[in-house]
């Protein structure tokens, strides 16, 4: 079965430091990823995707992330995190083959950025 | 341009009555879905409509779920005799293509009481 698994349930980091999130998943075919952020009593909000190409990907709000195929990640990454950036962050993976496209999410994981 | 509207925001009722909950999505995307996300929980794909075709509903949890969608706009998610575990926030999202990235609504919370 497919899946997506974000072994963390929250990251803490202080204001100023290198930020990571987790993100390994499990899929039989190739996978396009997917980081999305969702903020309180808001919708998800696309941070950055990796189709094709170079592995590491650049996305909205200075984040960034690395797909990772021998490993099966595609960890969240922003070099100097911020207090704005405490959120509800959700991996993503869509088959290329699947036919109607559906997003397959993670559980989530709570980051906290203290000042 | 504006981006996914949903309506109600809100939704509270109770135990065996039905609900519609609608989703306008961006214009000109051919793409919609419907995902459940409950508490604490990531978000569970629903159903799919993509033009013309036959919707995917492979997501749909019971036969107390339908959603319609008339041509490339406006869709329906209707839960009929609303059970307590169906409350959750009910998120829409569509896409320009079915390639393309999925650009998401607010969400409607809904609880049953």
């Known amino acids: 079965a497919q899946s997506v698994a974000q072994p963390e349930d929250q990251v803490n980091v202080a204001e100023g430091n290198p930020l990571t999130v987790k993100c390994t998943y499990s899929?039989?075919?190739?996978?396009?990823l997917f980081w999305y952020v969702q903020y309180p009593n808001r919708g998800l909000q696309f941070l950055l995707k990796y189709i094709t190409g170079d592995n590491l990907v650049k996305g909205s709000y200075g984040f960034e992330a690395e797909f990772n195929k021998s490993q099966t990640s595609f960890h969240l990454k922003k070099p100097s995190a911020l207090v704005s950036d405490s959120a509800l962050y959700f991996c993503?993976?869509?088959?290329?083959?699947?036919?109607?496209?559906?997003?397959?999410f993670g559980s989530g994981t709570r980051l906290l950025v203290r000042p | 341009g504006a981006g996914v509207s949903q309506s109600p925001s809100n939704k509270v009722t109770e135990k065996g009555k039905d609900v519609e909950l609608r989703c306008d999505p961006i214009s000109g995307h051919t793409a919609l879905y419907w995902y459940r996300q409950r508490l604490g929980q990531g978000l569970e794909f629903l159903i799919y409509f993509q033009g013309n075709s036959a919707p995917d509903k492979s997501g749909l949890p019971s036969d107390r779920f339908s959603a319609e969608r008339t041509g490339e706009s406006v869709s329906t998610l209707t839960i009929q005799r609303t059970q307590q575990e169906d409350s959750a926030v009910y998120l829409c999202a569509s896409s320009q293509g079915t390639q393309e990235t999925q650009y998401f609504g607010p969400g409607t919370r809904l609880l049953v009481l």
């Open positions: 993503a993976v869509r088959l290329r083959m699947d036919s109607s496209y559906k997003l397959i």
């Open positions: 899929v039989s075919g190739n996978p396009y």
